[in-house]
T-cell receptor, first 118, second 107 residues
Framework: KAGVTQTPRYLIKTRGQQVTLSCSPI?????VSWYQQTPGQGLQFLFE???????NKGNFPGRFSGRQFSNSRSEMNVSTLELGDSALYLC?????????????????FGPGTRLTVL | AQSVTQPDIHITVSEGASLELRCNYSYGATPYLFWYVQSPGQGLQLLLK??????LVQGIKGFEAEFKRSQSSFNLRKPSVHWSDAAEYFCAVGGGFGAGTTVTVRA
């Protein structure tokens, strides 16, 4: 099976702009999670989607949003970019069921999108 | 509330020496425990996981981890480190990740 893919791999934006990142999960996986990784804060959970519904949400401002499509592909959007949004954004998919919680099965990570905000 | 602590931010080890990375957790229910590795510029890859059963778990790349309920620990070990083991290692419990331990391997 193909792994988790993320596009684009690199992005450079300026403050105030918005950005959309894309993630294609492993075939058959219905759970998709997003993480922000920075040297200072480590891995921080953004949100999890399952079958087009946001099931869990981390502690990020409303500028960070996401969605999931019927084919399980997911996008996340960051509006009004700030310098502090510069990070590696990781997507992970998991073979969870509707009743199983995030973190109760292996997460398969994509290579990430490196976002730089100038 | 659950939490994961990796006490060591950075470890330097000589090639061929043994390695142990510590992980402590706080979790109310039966923990689902994972170790992931991240090479530079890459996403995270599962090394091993523990859900139940034998408390000594074998993983890929020669790694193993031991679950100790009484100590709330899930430490990762490798008997003999290779230069390619230089990476960042994350312990995960439930849906939460530790801060990571960076491993440097010196020749």
């Amino acid at each position: 099976k193909a792994g988790v893919t993320q596009t684009p791999r690199y992005l450079i934006k300026t403050r105030g702009q918005q950005v959309t990142l894309s993630c294609s999960p492993i075939s058959g996986h219905r759970s998709v999670s997003w993480y922000q990784q920075t040297p200072g804060q480590g891995l921080q959970f953004l949100f999890e989607y399952f079958s087009e519904t946001q099931r869990n949400k981390g502690n990020f401002p409303g500028r960070f949003s996401g969605r999931q499509f019927s084919n399980s592909r997911s996008e996340m959007n960051v509006s009004t970019l700030e310098l502090g949004d510069s990070a590696l954004y990781l997507c992970a998919s998991s073979h969870l069921t509707r009743t199983s919680r995030l973190g109760t099965d292996t997460q398969y990570f994509g290579p990430g999108t490196r976002l730089t905000v100038l | 509330a659950q939490s994961v602590t990796q006490p060591d931010i950075h470890i330097t080890v000589s090639e061929g020496a043994s390695l142990e990375l510590r992980c402590n957790y706080s979790y109310g229910a039966t923990p689902y425990l994972f170790w992931y590795v991240q090479s530079p510029g890459q996403g995270l890859q599962l090394l091993l996981k523990y859900f139940s059963g034998d408390t000594l778990v074998q993983g890929i790349k020669g790694f193993e981890a031991e679950f100790k309920r009484s100590q709330s620990s899930f430490n990762l070990r490798k008997p003999s480190v290779h230069w390619s083991d230089a990476a960042e290692y994350f312990c995960a419990v439930g849906g939460g990740f530790g801060a990571g331990t960076t491993v440097t391997v010196r020749a």
